[in-house]
């Protein structure tokens, strides 16, 4: 059973769509998180939902909307895509770090990444 | 922020060993990460650190810390083929009361092996 899966892996699209990709989790952790990476591989946080509630939103800008209906599931719509959004996001999940004193080491199970093209 | 730098590409032959280094801003980094990325995948864990050892063995993988300079390198004894990927090198700046993890990965480093 694969821990983190994200559909599609696979998305090729046109300026100004509006597209989604989604994410599901079964590892029964409570923090989801979504990464991009761009052409040259740097990874970056977009976002972090612990138990639903959004937690981390970095400089990302507002044609992105991340919604958790429940804590095991994570999507990412993004509305009137741009050229520049063509990357490869991945989803990811974690125990939250309020438990790290206590042997959480913290680490992130990632997805197998949707590549996003956009044209 | 948190700056994390590596250097972009290392080559070795099959059977030496590789070093791969990281070196980060952050000195309130508690845990330190390697991840590997084989291409068209996902992120996998290798090894950890936690922040107040400076050496982690497992199996392979060798991990130093150096604190006051701020250096984390891995290192693969005994480089194979199949180690052939991405690696990079991630801080976790906590405690994060918030309840997430927020890690700051470092620019990646390309290994290649050769026959």
């Known amino acids: 059973d694969t821990a983190v899966s994200q559909t599609p892996k696979y998305l090729v699209t046109q300026m100004g769509n509006d597209k989604s990709i989604k994410c599901e989790q079964n590892l029964g952790h409570d923090t989801m998180y979504w990464y991009k990476q761009d052409s040259k591989k740097f990874l970056k946080i977009m976002f972090s939902y612990n138990n639903k509630e959004l937690i981390i939103n970095e400089t990302v800008p507002n044609r992105f909307s991340p919604k958790s209906p429940d804590k095991a599931h994570l999507n990412l719509h993004i509305n009137s895509l741009e050229l520049g959004d063509s990357a490869v996001y991945f989803c990811?999940?974690?125990?939250?770090?309020?438990?790290?004193?206590?042997?959480?080491?913290?680490?992130?199970?990632f997805g197998e990444g949707s590549r996003l093209t956009v044209l | 922020g948190e700056d994390v730098e590596q250097s972009l590409f290392l080559s070795v032959r099959e059977g030496d060993s590789s070093v791969i280094n990281c070196t980060y801003t952050?000195?309130?980094?508690?845990?330190l990460y390697w991840y590997k990325q084989e291409p068209g995948a996902g992120l996998q864990l290798l090894t950890y650190?936690?922040?107040?050892?400076d050496m982690k063995q497992d199996q392979r993988l060798t991990v130093l810390l150096n604190k006051k300079d701020k250096h984390l390198s891995l290192r693969i004894a005994d480089t194979q083929t199949g180690d052939s990927a991405i690696y990079f090198c991630?801080?976790?700046?906590?405690?994060?009361?918030?309840?997430?993890?927020?890690?700051?990965f470092g620019t990646g480093t390309q290994l290649k092996v050769e026959l």
């Open positions: 991630a801080g976790l700046r906590g405690p994060y009361t918030g309840g997430g993890n927020k890690l700051t």
């Open positions: 990811a999940s974690s125990h939250s770090a309020s438990g790290t004193s206590g042997g959480n080491t913290g680490e992130l199970f």
């Open positions: 650190i936690f922040s107040n050892m």
């Open positions: 952050d000195s309130s980094s508690t845990y």
